[in-house]
């Protein structure tokens, strides 16, 4: 098995170095990582990137739009043949109907190819002609991504980890319960082991569906074709001392171990390592919304997944000689369009307070970062309402359940983000100076003329940072 490793390792060593000779002298591909937690919005960032990048009239905050040295933009397929297609075509549909609806949600690893053929700037422009960028996009769960933490792992590690932390959670009270009656000594059976699997999933399902952020393993909440399968049928368990053979607890180690090998690091081989730009989408408006909790959560969770990148710089020699790394990270805060632009700069503050540590790492390692706020498609109008004799600055859009249209004022953000973030840190249940509504719109109906892709709030600011610099 040690031989096989290494042969691997050593193949996959010399498929890299060609693929970067090829990208070196041919045509330069960019790999884009993208991904977030549940709700975040990947699928939405996606779909309008792509639009915006084949419609480049909204694009002016990309230099190489805005300077028309992108002469054409065309999707083409990906080179992934085993990996599905990104299902471009209906996403936008859905976001451009006339009855506008958000497109379904990330369950697995996606991909597309979107070419532009884009003429150099400088000094160059009167050397060469136009050139060919290819940018294979890779759309892939956030909860997939925390996975890469358990490599670092032992079952009986992960256990106690996971059970101190769900002990004061009212959403984990059934499988704690049910874990009273299980005995991690005794001989292992598989009905018991497939019950606590179960109320173990279950917990996960009510954990990210109450905003916590930790919900690992995360196959446990997208399994796909590994539905009901041994390596998804295991949970923390306590133990003391040495758990004698054939016991519950040696089979859910065993278990533990295979899904970090046949699961965690497949993904983390064929598809994450790859990667040399990406883009983590945070739904922060959500979180505060849910609470200090909630952000703290949020703030760890931004730690845990920045962890599991190699970031630093891509030199074309590196790459030869050690494999891809991560050079450029931006996080960004989702869905701006749920506030009035005054209120921007203080989202992008508090992104940027929540990131602080993790940006600090990866820039020490030699990875570009920034943070910003942004909405990639833009759902609201903007607009100011008297209330008790002061002008609030509100939005208004179209309520998703109800389907009215309604005017909204989310409180004001404060303009010091430790004051969010401190209370967060500090264990409190809820904050002491404000609360902060959301509310969840519907798309709007668009009317885009020839040229434009859907409206949005600085996602062409955040292409500039991502793939500019190669354009």
Request: glycine share 8%.
């Amino acid at each position: 098995m040690v031989l096989s490793s290494i042969a691997d390792t050593l193949v996959r060593g010399v498929e890299n170095a060609g693929d970067a000779v090829s990208e070196a002298l041919f045509e330069p591909v960019i790999r884009l990582g993208v991904t977030g937690l549940a709700r975040s919005g990947k699928t939405v960032f996606i779909t309008s990137l792509v639009s915006n990048l084949l419609d480049r009239a909204r694009m002016t905050g990309l230099a190489a739009a805005q300077e028309g040295r992108i002469e054409a933009a065309y999707l083409q397929p990906q080179p992934d043949d085993t990996v599905p297609r990104f299902d471009y075509e209906t996403h936008l549909a859905a976001l451009t109907s006339d009855a506008p609806r958000w497109p379904d949600s990330t369950r697995a690893v996606s991909e597309l190819r979107l070419s532009l053929r884009v003429r150099p700037s400088g000094l160059l422009s009167g050397l060469s002609g136009p050139r060919t960028v290819h940018i294979d996009i890779v759309d892939y769960p956030g909860e997939w991504l925390l996975d890469l933490a358990l490599l670092e792992r032992s079952y009986a590690d992960w256990s106690q980890e996971v059970l101190t932390r769900i002990r004061s959670r009212d959403c984990a009270a059934g499988f704690l319960a049910h874990l009273q009656d299980v005995a991690p000594k005794a001989e292992h059976a598989e009905p018991v082991a497939q019950a606590l699997a179960r109320n173990f999933a279950d917990y996960l399902v009510a954990a990210r569906d109450q905003g916590h952020y930790d919900c690992t393993p995360g196959r446990f909440l997208l399994p796909g074709d590994l539905e009901g399968s041994p390596v998804l049928t295991f949970a923390p368990l306590p133990v003391d001392g040495l758990a004698p053979r054939k016991s519950l607890h040696r089979e859910m180690e065993r278990r533990f171990e295979a899904y970090k090998s046949q699961v965690v690091k497949p993904f983390f081989r064929d598809h994450f390592a790859r990667i040399d730009r990406q883009v983590v989408l945070v739904d922060a408006l959500g979180a505060i919304h849910r609470g200090p909790r909630a952000v703290e959560d949020l703030r760890r969770g931004m730690g845990d997944i920045l962890s599991a990148f190699r970031p630093g710089r891509n030199a074309w020699l590196s790459r030869l000689l050690l494999g891809k790394r991560v050079e450029k990270i931006l996080f960004a805060a989702t869905k701006a369009d749920h506030l009035h632009h005054s209120q921007h700069p203080r989202l992008t503050a508090i992104i940027e307070a929540m990131t602080r540590e993790a940006r600090d790492r990866a820039r020490f390692a030699g990875s570009e970062t920034a943070a910003l706020s942004m909405a990639s498609l833009r759902a609201t109008t903007e607009e100011m309402r008297a209330h008790e004799g002061r002008e609030l600055p509100c939005v208004r859009g179209q309520l998703l359940e109800s389907g009215k249209q309604a005017a909204f004022y989310p409180g004001d953000l404060p303009e010091d983000p430790s004051h969010l973030l401190g209370p967060a840190r500090d264990g409190a249940s809820e904050w002491l100076s404000g609360d902060y509504e959301v509310m969840s719109f519907a798309p709007a109906r668009l009317t885009l003329r020839p040229g434009e892709g859907p409206p949005h709030i600085r996602l062409d600011r955040a292409a500039q940072f991502l793939i500019g610099d190669r354009l």
